[in-house]
Structure formats: C-alpha cells, structure tokens
C-alpha cells in the first residue's frame, strides 16, 4: 500500500495499514492513514456484465446494417446449389447448373438474365452463357430455381460462377 505525507508530499509504501498515526521521517508531519476503499465484487461484476451486453449490442447494431446496406446495394442475388454432370444427346459429358435467384428486399423486382461463366485451372475465362430464368418478377422475400445445362464439355473447366445480368463483376 502507498501513502504520501500531507506535508511535504514524501511517497512511503507500507506492508499493511498502521494501527495509528503515523510521522513523516523527512518533515515530521504525523498523520493518520486511510484505509483503502474495497471495491465491491458484485458491482464490478455487475459492471463487467453490463459492458459486454454493450459491445454484444453494438456488434448486433453493426451487423444488422451492414446487412440492409448490403441488400439495398444488391436487392436481387443469384447462387448455386448443385453443379452435376450429364451426358447430352451425343454422349457428350456436360455441366448442369442448379440454382436460385433470391429477392432480399421487400419490394417486387424482376428477374435479369443470368450469366454463368466457366473458368480454367488458372482462372480464366473458359465460357460465359447468359439465359433467362423461369420467372420474369419476382416477390419480396421470394426465390425461383434455375437449371441450366451448359453447352461447353467440361474438360478444362475448374470453376463455375453465376451472376445477374448488370452485375457482372
């Protein structure tokens, strides 16, 4: 523990708290030493809480419009479920492409074209196929599943990606 002479300001450090009065070795000021304050243990506890419901709060705030940024920026957004390979009327293996377009808005937008690009082992840009999706609106909160059947064969395809027609990256 640490105390300070109210005289002439001289820092001692104390094992514990004296029973009395105690003097200045410099000045010769005598006073009496204050116990410390304890702090309560529920309330820092308390505090602690309360401070990390806080940033759990504000995590969730900035989350939450990070999210209705991100939807008001793209309201329409398309994705893939399931690629699968089948065989055409020629034999020939080909990739079809399952997937939906979702409206994350509460408005009616119609539905884009969808563009589905296939890239090479070194990311290059092997085929890009633009088609219409089943239907043409789409309601708030609502998706619509696509199939496509690509007309490239699948050798030297590493990658498959869709995107809205207007949104292309």
């Known amino acids: 523990m640490k105390t300070i002479c109210n005289f002439c300001k001289t820092e001692y450090a104390l094992d514990k708290v004296p029973s009395g009065s105690v003097k ?19 309330l820092v506890f308390i505090a602690a809480v309360c401070a990390l419901l806080s940033a759990f709060i504000f995590a969730i ?3 939450y419009q990070h999210q209705i940024k991100e939807i008001q920026e793209k309201p329409i957004i398309a994705e893939i479920v399931d690629i699968k390979t089948e065989a055409d009327e020629n034999g ?10 979702l409206n994350r808005s509460e408005q009616i937008y119609g539905v884009p074209g969808l563009i589905i690009t296939s890239y090479d082992l070194n990311g290059n840009i092997v085929a890009r196929q633009r088609f219409m999706p089943s239907a ?17 064969p699948i050798t030297n395809v590493e990658k498959i990606a869709v995107e ?3 949104q292309e990256k």
Request: glycine content about 8%; overall charge positive.
């Open 61 to 63: 705030a900035v989350l």
């Open 136 to 152: 043409t609106l789409l309601e708030a909160g609502k998706d619509v599943a696509f199939k496509h059947a690509l007309s490239v």
């Open 92 to 101: 020939i293996d080909r990739f079809v492409v399952s997937g939906r377009v």
């Open 24 to 42: 200045c070795a410099v000045c010769g000021n005598t006073w009496v030493v204050q116990r410390p304050q304890r702090r309560n243990s529920i």
């Open 164 to 166: 809205l027609e207007g």
